[in-house]
């Protein structure tokens, strides 16, 4: 089926289908989403099936309202509520410890699960007219790049989806940042949307997985998982790469001299918040060129230029 405009009226079939246990692809302020009722674990299996995501991965469940976020958690620390009142809905993913109702599936088998409130007119509709939590991982296979518009989704999973609600281009273009509370820490385990300077500033000093804890704790961490169709080669500056119409290239705030199968810019201004909103889209269409190699130039690692930095590392295997 081809993407429909998310009208109301379309919304509302959408809702339908994820109340009747299918799938629905739908647009976050982040990135698209793969939906499905967050209490039914036939219909989020048949995410991970859509995906070729293996079932070690846990999903985060959308809420449409702070209320509805608390009835999922058993346990909400003080700090961590400060987070919700500050950032939802927008970019932010809570890792806390499950309410009994949410369905091992979500969560992988973990005791703890992930939660966001999208900022999202598409998205909090649709969760309100289903009437319950949507579960819903970026609606790319497993491993592939995230889908910042409704034809990357339909690119990707082609049939899989019930229905692909078309929002537009999504506004921030990275995933949701990912803070657990462990021993009643704050551990950043995926910088994203919200910039880590930020969260700091209410809740103090992030700590890392590894300092915190043993075991792997996102399992979506793995090493290699934003990775485009093609080998892509991080970089310092443009001295640093072959170009040649075998060779595309990523920069971020000045176009190369040399001359490449195809070139990108992420922000002619060198803003970090544009350079991420335009990330995967230009990943994409690096990716389409069948060149060998993308060169990507590193961005500076401060703000959104984490959840930069930290996509483009994973890319290149580094
Ligand atoms: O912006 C976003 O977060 C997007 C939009 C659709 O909301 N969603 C998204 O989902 O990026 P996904 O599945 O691609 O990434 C979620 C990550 C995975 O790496 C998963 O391992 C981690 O969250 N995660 C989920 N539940 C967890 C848990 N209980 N403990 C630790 N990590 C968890
Ligand atoms: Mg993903």
Redesign the pocket.
């Known amino acids: 089926m081809k993407p429909l405009k998310a009208t109301p009226a379309n919304i509302k079939r959408a809702a339908a289908v994820i109340r009747r246990g299918g799938v629905a692809a739908f647009p976050?302020e982040?990135?698209?989403?793969l939906g499905a009722d967050g209490f039914n674990p036939g219909a989020c299996a048949r995410i991970f099936e859509i995906k070729k995501r293996p079932r070690f991965?846990?999903?985060?469940l959308?809420a449409a309202s702070l209320a509805q976020t608390k009835k999922l958690f058993s346990k909400i620390p003080k700090p961590a509520l400060k987070l919700m009142k500050k950032f939802w809905p927008g970019?932010l993913?809570l890792?806390l410890p499950k309410a009994k109702i949410v369905p091992g599936i979500v969560?992988a088998g973990?005791d703890?699960?992930?939660v966001?409130v999208?900022a999202h007119p598409v998205a909090l509709k649709l969760i309100k007219l289903s009437g319950r939590p949507i579960a819903?991982?970026?609606a790319n296979l497993f491993g592939g790049l995230?889908p910042i518009t409704a034809r990357h989704v339909k690119n990707q999973l082609g049939n899989g989806p019930d229905i692909i609600l078309d929002g537009g281009k999504t506004r921030v273009g990275v995933?949701?940042t990912?803070i657990?509370f462990l021993g009643g820490k704050p551990v950043l385990?995926?910088p994203?949307?919200v910039a880590v300077e930020k969260i700091e500033r209410t809740v103090g000093k992030l700590f890392t997985p590894s300092g915190a804890a043993k075991k792997p704790?996102?399992?979506?961490?793995l090493k290699k998982h934003y990775s485009p169709a093609v080998k892509l080669k991080l970089i310092n500056n443009e001295s640093e790469a072959r170009p040649g119409t075998r060779s595309a290239y990523l920069a971020f705030s000045k176009r190369p001299l040399g001359k490449y199968k195809k070139a990108e810019l992420l922000s002619a201004k060198g803003c970090l918040r544009e350079a991420a909103a335009n990330l995967f889209k230009c990943l994409h269409s690096l990716e389409k060129k069948g060149v060998e190699v993308i060169y990507a130039e590193r961005v500076p690692c401060h703000g959104l230029g984490r959840a930069i930095m930290d996509r483009l590392k994973r890319a290149s295997n580094e």
């Open positions: 976050t982040t990135v698209y989403g991965d846990p999903l985060i959308h970019p993913t890792v969560t973990l703890t699960v992930a966001r999208p819903a991982p970026s995230s995933e949701s990912i657990a385990l995926r994203g949307g704790l996102a399992p979506g961490g």
